[in-house]
């Protein structure tokens, strides 16, 4: 699944790099930026609120029913259904509407033709609403069947079009920074493409799920089924989310605002440059990480099995960070390279307000990741209240910031300050997470896990200064489109480099692990590979590989090994019974050495 993602998001960045080549971090781009998150918003409703929060736990329940679940989860479906296509005609119908909710006047008074460029476009992207909408409940079906990898490939085919989209044109109109000179064919050629991208991503999964067996038959009428229960979960987890899409566009306007259609400043299109930069090691790993183990977690609360929740829930604490941590910091020590050689259309001004807004964004990156955690958590217990304040704790710092960018900072701080404003509310939300989870399980070894955490920043700090020294002694190659991928290598050589000894001198075992099991696992098949050619060129035999006896991993019980039983927690008898199991092996994800620390 990780790999699908990583493929996903170096064609996304291709898409980026593209896009910056068309319009860079203009008022066109700012324009089609307006136009395109309004359906991903909405998406993120859809996909949050109505089938991440609701499917996965009910299906991973109906599963246990004597026809596996097939009756109630087309019940389901078709519900989920109905909801997301009235959601996306009444989107489609209200474009102009929501486009001029989101756009700030004052922007629009120095941009003629952004605000008409916007309409046009949010036609064309808003049909997504419903294509965004297939995708998250057919994925979350193969998900609760155990079929993780086409759900994550599947983005990369709608990065594919969209990508023909802008190499059409790009040769066909070349740069196109201005809004008041774009075409009808402009429009219908990005719009379109856009938007196709994304049917594909949806409609690509209807064939993995018939393959695996699974039959939609439209089932009406949903009385006597348990929709009550659904429907309350749903109301908070809408809540919480209809809070963050309000807050996101909030925050949009306000981006747009304090540019106010100055150049030199940051602007909505920056904010999306760093956002997409800031997100890649949360989606790559932490949601990889955790959308493994949500079917496995919404099983644990099912089966009333308090052990298996607390290892679950400790995995997604310390395996993600082994690697979120480091990227997230290296993203502000060899910030500039990567956005020099991402966004080569960028010129120097503009790649400068990406980096701080990225900076500001990365401090934040673990806290904003655990995020990811606590709401599979809730979710799987089926516990929307408690989400959904937690929610508000987390945006309530967003909307600060938002607040005093737009009414007390200068124009060049107000995205910086934004992005800041996410990272304060992802640490509140994250430290009150932790406190409930340790009440509702009793103690995992939190200590070890924190001390982990410290280890892993310190030498990820240490490693970005070195990097950092390398971009200014390679200053010079920064305004070169060719060199700038030089200096991005030499840098992140020597932050992975300063890195791994660091953490041979902190003793962090995960790291240290990963990378003796990765060289280990390279030497084995380049010994095999090389074995292989000397047969073929002698005529004999190739020689057996040794069988390399598995490391028992200090987090996580092994197959027929009893896990270990936790202290008795007499608050939690209504909830969670004290009777621990084996763990499953299903619950342990690819990332097995990043178990071990210290």
Known sequence: MAFGTLGSRVLGFVRTY????????????????????????LFIIIS??????????????????????QDFINRLLTLALLVIAGMALVTTLCTPWLINLIVSAKANAGAPGYLHLAVLLGYWCMPQ??????????????????HFTVYAWAPALANVVQIAGLVWFWVQWGYQPNAATWSTSMIVVLGGTTTGGIALQALWLIWPLYRDGFRFRPRFGWRGYGFGDISRMTMWTLAAVLVNVLTSLFISWVATATRGGDAAFAGNASQQYAYSLFILPHSLIMVSIVTALFPAMADAWTTHD???MKALVKQGLIQPAVLIIPASIALIGIGMPIIHTLYGGLNSTEALNVWWVTAAYAIGTWPFGIQALRQRYYFAMQNGWTNFWLVLVQTAAQLAAALIAVWRLPG????????????????????????????????FGFA?????????????????????DVTQMMSFAASSRALAPLMLVASAGVFCLVFYMMSLMLAITP??????????RLLRRGAKAAAGQTAGATGEAALPRATVAPVPHADVPQLGEAAPMPPPQPWLSARFSARVEPQDPRDVTSFRGLNQFD
């Open 129 to 146: 609403v419903f294509f965004y909408g297939l995708y998250a409940v057919l994925g979350q079906v193969l998900n609760a069947r155990g």
């Open 48 to 69: 949050t609120g109505i089938v991440n929060g609701v499917l996965i736990p009910q299906i991973t329940k109906a599963m246990r029913q004597v026809d596996g679940g």
């Open 306 to 308: 308090t052990g298996r």
């Open 18 to 41: 593209l896009f910056a080549q068309v319009v860079a971090a203009s008022v066109a781009a700012d324009a089609f930026t307006q136009a395109n998150n309004l359906p991903t918003q």
């Open 511 to 520: 790291v240290t692990s990963l990378v003796s099991r990765t060289v280990a």
């Open 448 to 468: 070890g896990i924190v001390g982990l955490w410290v280890k892993l920043t310190l030498a990820s700090a240490v490693a970005a200064l070195g990097g950092w």
């Open 412 to 443: 060049q701080y107000g995205v910086t300050a934004i992005a800041l404003g996410q990272t304060v509310g992802a640490v509140a939300a994250t430290v009150i997470f932790l406190i409930l989870v340790h009440r509702d399980l009793g103690s």
